[in-house]
């Protein structure tokens, strides 16, 4: 299907005053995030599905019928019918570490291609890369325990094939939701839930008959009507597999305290010699939980973790903004921002690189700077990705953009990556782009609010 | 696409292990919710998604291909292969209100056919239930303005136009979505962004050309440089339009204190002689802030909600389950649940009909009974809409959907309405249910509890 008219009104609206008054001048924008609520990095994700949007971006005749009962001109949407992406783009690749304020995507096109492609850009980008930062907090926090994404029942509507992509950028080792197995061929997980248990007229029998069915992969849920007797029916039916040659895999604890149960469920298995039964905990978790959980001891050798990993809670949304920075008049560039009080601290005008200072593998710093200079000892971040609205990059698999992103996370230290009051990782701006930001204040000031118009 | 492996693992691996055990029991799940994060009522939506999934549930090849890659049985997946649904399902309409523990949809079937359908039922019913919900409680903070949603840029990807389509049911009055407008008939909305101001050399040359080109459907974005100079800039291209026999419809703030300037741009509109320009505000608003605008008097017509309205930030998840309640073993019914600290006060055995109270058109209580009970003089709330497996129901219209919400809404007095501390509204359980939980619950601490097994 057609994605064209995944878009706000105004940016159709805009296109038409642009192309009717004949003002369509080349632009640039950038997207980047103010501020990351859930620490001070982000784990960029989504570019994929933002290529392949500018590869197939076409009007078909039934967008052009429905905007025609819009209200459009007849003219502009003759010129849609022929629109393709004519610009180009600059990103960081996907699965990269970003900072608040770096440009993240650089697009630079005739205005009214640049504006169209903005919300489809945000919608997908500021999802994939709020849930794939999430994923790795969460991971961060298990210490090298794995984590299992649950998140499907709970995730938002059709969104849930991409959070789980993202879960997996950022860190996460499987996934329950199957879809996600078959299409981007991420490792799946899962065996039983209570209804499973409570369909049998005992609880041990639905364990025998798990166990019969999958002896070679029986992980057993043991706390649907007390974890510890439970624990000791999934020691019978262990020491039944044993008899067969086969092995227990797991138990799963879904609700109580997981700390005191998990170390009471340890102990009877131990007891019994089932000390290779691992332990799964799962049930409403999340990475300050889990790191809680960890630093009482609690003897849990892998975590299942949904809600607040599929959707981001409690901070559902990224803010990731699209601004005009630059446009270019008769040759000249006419570097952009708004100003705002909230905004001017936060808005660079101009044509802008990211670059990254890295000494033995560790990130130092960040710099901004404006498009011809360069940064020495710094690795440039935005890689040429559409030229002339053709794509020229490779498209790297899920698990190399997954690899990329624990390779960035192994170059931040620590202190980055704490669940609170974590240190903010310096960016710093060029001087030119300094001088640049504090001329076209000024400018603004004289030009717009001094009542001239 | 077949949505078949639009499910947890666990679901497929509990259909193995009851398909080769012979354990295949017709069985009642009931979806409902413990606890509604933001109120005491439910707007349920996104049942119509259900049923276009049970119509189409099959494993297509490569569904089956992609499951004999995990290790499922070959018989297993050959029974898949000729898989249909074949239960019957129960639901309360969509659009409906419902309250905690009722019983929203209620599905019997063999347990590995309800088994399967629990996760896309809880996906979508979750989802668009708490957006609807969302929608209702920001539309009744307006107290009569309308609410255009405009939150495609923040929503979680592809779950974007669902998002929509429940904040219609919900009750906003358009969207941003320009497919949401072609797919679902839904009004849009939007004139113009911060970039098609920057785009110009001049603030009042960007209104210009909008007000050239839209003369009948001109709002202005007057904060970008300063919103009280905005202001006299759009009453100067008003101006403009009343000397062309058009009228500007309206202005938008984005940003700074809405109550204060909203106050300020009224005041420069009208003393111009444009009392008839409407002022529109957005920016980062939620019910709160809708309501509070409203208590200090701002002059506000119409409200623009973006992020919280599209995720349900501050509640991104609703926690909805779905619970075996009864499973029929040699033709006698065997009343099942789940026991721990957590649920027994929200959980409910048996197979149950869910009954409301109505006096004068307004909502009294509602009752919670079991299936072969009637309640007089109170509606029954869940009617058939599958029957062996197919749909019996009409499929209303979105608009239709959006109309019951409204009228089940204007049913429920204010008190449960309340942003905060609202009333809790009575849900009570028939003597014959209540009499029944006590009874399972003795029976699965005998059974489960006592070391038994």
Redo the contacts between chains.
Sequence with gaps: MSEA??????????M???W??G?N?E?T?DYFVRKIPSGPYLVTA?LNFFLDYIENLRFED??IK?LET??F?HEFLFYLRNFTFTGDIFAMLEGSIAFPIEPIIRVTAP?MEA?LI??FL???M???SLIATKASRIVHAAKGRSIAE?G????????????TRATYIGGCAST????A??ILGIP?????????V???????DSYR??A???PK?CFLLI????TI?GA??AV?VGKELEERGEKLLGVRLD??DLCELSKQVRRILDEAGLSYVKIVASGDLNEWKIEELIDHGARIDMFGVG?EL??????????GI???SD?V?QGEH?P????????VKSTLPGKKKVWRVIEKGIFVKDIISLDDEIMDNAKPLLEQIVKNGRIICKRPSLDMIRQRAALDLASLVDKYKKLDQAAVYPVEFSQKLADLRESIVEK?KR???T?K?
Excluded at 198 to 204: A, G, K, L, P, R
Excluded at 310 to 319: C, F, H, Q, Y
């Design positions: 008219l995944r878009t706000d009104l105004y940016q159709l609206t805009m038409q005053a642009y009717k008054s003002h001048p632009a924008f989504g039934d967008d429905y819009q209200g001109d205005i504006q903005e919300t945000l919608n997908k500021n999802f994939s649950f499907l029942r709970r995730a938002q509507g059709d969104g849930y094939l991409e959070a329950s939701n199957v879809m197995g078959k799946v997980s899962g065996t039983m839930a209570h209804s499973f409570t369909s049998f007229d005992h609880e041990i008959a798990y019969d069915v999958f992969r706390d649907t009507y007390d007797e000791r029916k019978i609700s109580g809600t599929i959707t981001g809670r409690p901070n559902p949304a990224l803010d699209y601004k005009l446009v008049e006419l952009k921002m708004k100003l705002s009080e909230e905004t603004i030009d717009e609010i009542g118009s």
